[in-house]
């Protein structure tokens, strides 16, 4: 009885206090719903105002619905399985970075712009205006894949953004503009360095699309390709600007529609004649300089010989060291081995001076046999001393010179009266009359006939040599 009685006084209290916990819930929901969705409105009315007054927040939007972006496959070219698109292109060259001889290559920087239409991207235009765009809309979108073709290295400026603008007008016509600075292979031929004449040329082509899916073409034909006026390099002089146009075949995928930068380069030649041409001219007219002094003075002839012999050794080093190993002669190679065969010559001329010098004293020698033993060992004494043959006449002269003054200063010694009046000092005054002409009567006659036939073979070989190659 007394349980039976406590569960009825418990189901009543609950049943008593159930109705208004669920009247507390249902009170407490619609005001949790009101705070929510006032807090929405709230959001939403900031989230407006903001977009009213950064309109970029919305322009992604505007563009990609204006272009239709998103409702194209532009992973195709334009026209896909018809007509080939016809890309026009325009070039304006900024500058020509630098010319190597030894690498065969040039670099240039220069403005690549592309003219196609892609009836995609037409958007509706009351004012019929264009819309620019950088380099963030290119990967969405189909470009011309044009590359150089026999380029080194090559790469789009990207300070203080990657250097690409994209033009968009209303009916289609895409203007796609890039600045570029490409190192390519330049064909050299220096059979006539340095005074030669060299035609470079960049080449453009697509790299996935034939003939049959692309066609380039220059926009504005040969006004296409434009320069800077303001263009100049240190070594080269630039002739000459032209566009071009042909064809190129490959064997696996065909014939592909190629354009080239034509530029004609002519060498300052001003450069090499002092730092090459004027030095070797120098040293053969140095190496002449033997030919006037006496065949008896050995090592003023043969360390003047050497010295130019070594000298046009180290011009030719130089000049090879700068340039390509080419497996054919040019012309600097010419003038410097002309130039070096001539100073070797000149000492090749004392040689021959020296030992029929040698052979005519020995037969004097022996012709006459008026010298004495004593006389023949002082001779070879002074010869290896002084390096320098000795006449016999002369010797003897100046042998018997000798021996005055020493008796000379012997009776002025014991005598103390002074010697100025001497038959000694008269002859040598009289001798130093005549140096001029016993330099002149003992010079062989291989050097009179050098001092003549060196300079006129040497200038003939200078009137053909540049009569030739300019």
């Known amino acids: 009885m007394i349980l039976a009685s406590l569960l009825v006084v418990f189901t009543c209290i609950w049943i008593t206090l159930t109705p ?38 919305v322009w992604p939007l505007k563009y990609k619905q204006l272009l239709h972006i998103e409702d194209h496959d532009f992973a195709m070219r334009p026209g896909f399985g018809g007509s080939p698109v016809p890309v026009g292109i325009d070039v304006q060259v900024e500058s020509i970075d630098s010319i190597s001889e030894v690498n065969m290559d040039f670099t240039m920087t220069f403005y690549l712009r592309h003219y196609w239409k892609d009836e995609r991207l037409s958007f509706p235009s009351k004012t019929n205006k264009s819309m620019t765009f950088d380099h963030r809309l290119i990967k969405k979108i189909w470009v011309p894949d044009i ?24 009916d289609g016509n895409v203007l796609f503009s890039v600045r570029i600075t490409v190192s390519a292979m330049c064909f050299m031929d220096f059979s006539r360095f340095p005074l030669d004449t060299q035609n470079c040329s960049l080449e453009l ?13 220059w926009k504005h034909g040969n006004k296409s390709l434009n320069t800077d006026e303001h263009i100049s390099l240190s070594q080269f002089f630039i002739e000459e600007f032209s566009a071009s146009s042909g064809f190129a075949f490959y064997s696996s995928t065909g014939w592909y529609n190629r354009l080239f930068i034509n530029f004609v380069l002519r060498r300052h030649i001003f450069f090499f004649v002092l730092q090459t041409y004027f030095p070797a001219m120098l040293m053969v007219m140095l190496s002449w300089v033997s030919f006037w002094i006496d065949r008896r003075a050995v090592p003023a002839r043969v360390s003047l010989g050497i010295t130019t012999v070594l000298t046009m050794s180290t011009i030719l080093s130089g000049v090879s060291a700068s340039m390509p190993q080419a497996s054919y002669i040019k012309a600097v190679d010419v003038y410097l081995w002309v130039s070096s065969l001539f100073v070797f010559l000149s000492v090749i001329e004392y040689a021959a001076v020296n030992y029929l010098t040698t052979v005519e004293e020995r037969k004097r020698l022996k012709k006459t046999g008026k010298i004495s033993g004593i006389y023949n060992i002082d001779a070879a004494r002074a010869m290896a001393f002084d390096g320098c043959y000795h006449d016999s006449k002369t010797d003897m002269d100046q042998t018997s010179f000798s ?17 100025i009046d001497s038959p000694w000092i ?12 016993i330099i002149v009567e003992n010079n062989h006659v291989i050097d009179s006939y050098s001092r003549i036939l060196f300079p006129i073979v040497y200038i003939t070989f200078n009137l053909i040599y540049w009569g030739i190659y300019v």
């Not at 929405?40 to 009315?45: A, D, F």
């Not at 150089?148 to 007008?169: A, G, P, Q, W, Y």
């Not at 082509?205 to 073409?217: F, I, P, Q, T």
């Open 20 to 57: 208004n916990a669920f009247a507390a819930a249902e009170i407490k929901k619609p005001h949790q719903c009101c705070s929510s969705s006032m807090k929405w409105t709230r959001y939403s009315k900031q989230e407006t105002r903001m977009r009213k007054d950064d309109s970029t927040k």
């Open 205 to 217: 082509e697509s790299y996935a699309y034939n003939e049959e899916d692309l066609m380039l073409y």
């Open 426 to 437: 008269k002859r040598r005054k009289s001798l130093r009359g005549h140096v001029g002409r």
């Open 403 to 419: 021996l005055h003054s020493e008796e000379d200063s012997m009776q002025g010694r014991f005598t103390g009266s002074p010697s």
């Open 147 to 170: 590359f150089f073709v026999h380029s080194k290295r090559s790469f789009i400026h990207d300070t203080t953004m990657e250097n690409i603008m994209l033009r968009v007008h209303p």
